[in-house]
Nanobody, 127 residues
Framework: QLQIVESGGGLVQPGGSLRLSCEASGFTLDYYAIYWFRQAPGKEREGVSC????????NYADSVKGRFTISRDNAKNTVYLQMNSLKPEDTAVYYCAAQHAKYYCSVLESGYESDYWGQGTQVTVSS
């Protein structure tokens, strides 16, 4: 089955950390640019981070720069989003999306061109 699955969400206190995973099944994730989006209740989906095909470049939303890091582990066919110094405003459902053979990515992209979407994982930052 061709799919991607997010995991790693949960409840964390402000200032804490979480590591989200986006794991692919049935295809090689390294051939795809990966985008992380998030959507909070009542708000539009926004781009958080992306990494290009082959992992040569990564981009981040201004709101998460210096706190979040996107990376690939090709042996596990997985892309991670390490989230540090979490803030309550980071609370959202986080989604990953994959687009084949894309060597530039921007967090301003909608993701509608993506080939695969995950089901989302909830991140809640609260005391």
């Amino acid at each position: 089955q061709l799919q991607i699955v997010e995991s790693g969400g949960g409840l964390v206190q402000p200032g804490g950390s979480l590591r989200l995973s986006c794991e692919a099944s049935g295809f090689t994730l390294d051939y795809y640019a990966i985008y992380w989006f998030r959507q909070a209740p009542g708000k539009e989906r926004e781009g958080v981070s992306c990494i290009t095909t082959g992992g040569r470049r990564a981009n981040y939303a201004d709101s998460v720069k210096g706190r979040f890091t996107i990376s690939r582990d090709n042996a596990k066919n997985t892309v991670y989003l390490q989230m540090n110094s979490l803030k309550p405003e980071d609370t959202a459902v986080y989604y990953c999306a994959a687009q084949h053979a894309k060597y530039y990515c921007s967090v301003l992209e909608s993701g509608y061109e993506s080939d695969y979407w995950g089901q989302g994982t909830q991140v809640t930052v609260s005391s």
